[in-house]
């Protein structure tokens, strides 16, 4: 079936730098999520990403759907304590699996103050 | 506006036992989900709901698992016998339609087997 691969598995880094992590698929996605999920909570929605190429900001994060459509990018502008947590990106596609979203397992986000 | 209400929080039990999850979702919201997460993993869907109808339940392990939705509000996900596997936190998540990729997820049950 189709896998997500995130990369990296996890990242211990100073606030105040930035943070790049990215995901890459076997298959073409339509569509491409970023989610954050804090510890004993359901992950939230952080940014959604429709066309390939696009490039779409919330605040201090910057994503984007790679050209090929099978590939994503999250960055985080100067980290903070509260970008703690787990990132996951979460593909898409309207094939055979129904267009039901894959997770990928996730980037664990340490920040040291 | 409420989020995704999940109950209960943590469930500890034996194997063999049963066990249920309950979910309500976000009001007006048609399709509701149930995922499975394991530890150190992403999500993995066990079966969608549209309205009322279970329009996805390819992953659900049936001899064991069971889900319900029968007023197309809330729902009910079941084990019957839990296993040591079966350990893992289950995730409901609702969204407007099927074609939404906006999911709102709810806090989550933690289930231990022991």
């Known amino acids: 079936g189709q896998q997500l691969n995130q990369s990296p598995q996890s990242m211990f880094i100073q606030e105040g730098e930035d943070v790049s992590m990215n995901c890459t698929s076997s298959s073409i996605f339509n569509t491409w999520l970023w989610y954050k999920q804090d510890p004993g909570e359901g992950p939230v929605l952080l940014i959604a990403?429709?066309?390939?190429?696009e490039l779409t900001s919330n605040g201090r994060l910057t994503a984007q759907f790679g050209i090929t459509r099978k590939d994503s990018f999250l960055n985080i502008s100067a980290s903070i304590p509260s970008d703690v947590g787990i990132y996951f990106c979460a593909g898409r596609n309207y094939g055979g699996s129904q267009g039901n979203l894959i997770f990928g397992k996730g980037t664990k986000l340490s920040v040291k103050p | 506006e409420a989020g995704v209400v999940q109950s209960p929080r943590y469930k500890i039990i034996e194997k063999k036992q049963p066990v249920a999850f309950w979910c309500n979702p976000i009001s007006g919201h048609n399709t509701l989900y149930w995922y499975r997460q394991n530890l150190g993993q992403g999500p993995e869907l066990l079966i969608r709901y549209e309205n009322e109808e279970a329009v996805d339940d390819s992953q659900l392990p049936k001899d064991r698992f069971s889900a319900e939705r029968l007023k197309g509000v809330d729902s009910t996900l079941k084990i019957q016998p839990a296993e040591l596997g079966d350990s893992a936190v289950y995730l409901c998540a609702s969204s407007l339609v099927a074609t939404n990729e906006k999911l709102f997820f709810g806090s989550g049950t933690q289930l231990s087997v022991l």
């Open positions: 990403l429709y066309k390939a190429g």
